[in-house]
């Protein structure tokens, strides 16, 4: 490992991430039509954050992204909602893409070698299922992608988890 990744050694709590299981996130996303992927997107994007060790701007985008995306749907019938759901799009691309950033940030600070999907192929899906949201289709590539970004981020504190059990760089075995 390259000693400028070196993680710092932690005397406090080690970093950790929460699993966050794809099927149930999924299943409990359609359960409450979305709703619960939200919450727990928050989550994800609030651990990344704090493990990331970097100034971001993600935490405005997620109210921007809320704002745009309850706004657009309550005032569809008028001329604000049909200008707000656009501007949804994009603000949640730029989420999408600064959560990601965040994530592959606390990847190389770590060390963390747990496969995931580039950010190219989730910023793909989730274009892709805005792009068919308008014939319902879109709910496929969108379920496809929460799944893969819960699966990566599950993935991810695995190995966080193990690694701290075994007291490897960066944590004290306890």
């Given at each position: ?51 990331a ?69 989730h ?52």
């Amino acid at each position: 490992m390259n000693p400028a990744a070196q993680p710092p050694t932690y005397a406090a709590a080690p970093p950790t991430l929460e699993r966050m299981d794809p099927v149930t996130t999924v299943l409990l996303g359609v359960v409450t039509l979305g709703i619960y992927p939200l919450v727990k997107f928050w989550q994800a994007i609030t651990q990344y954050r704090a493990l990331a060790g970097s100034p971001t701007n993600v935490g405005t985008l997620f109210g921007a992204y809320l704002a745009c995306t309850i706004g657009g749907a309550l005032l569809t019938g008028i001329l604000v909602g049909f200008l707000l759901i656009p501007a949804g799009y994009v603000v949640g691309w730029l989420l999408l893409g600064e959560t990601l950033r965040l994530r592959d940030q606390v990847r190389q600070r770590y060390g963390l070698a747990a496969p995931v999907h580039d950010a190219g192929t989730h910023k793909g899906m989730w274009i892709g299922g805005q792009v068919l949201s308008w014939i319902v289709i879109g709910i496929v590539p969108l379920i496809m992608q929460a799944w893969w970004f819960f699966g990566d981020h599950t993935a991810l504190a695995a190995e966080l988890e193990n690694r701290r059990r075994a007291g490897g760089p960066g944590f004290d075995a306890r």
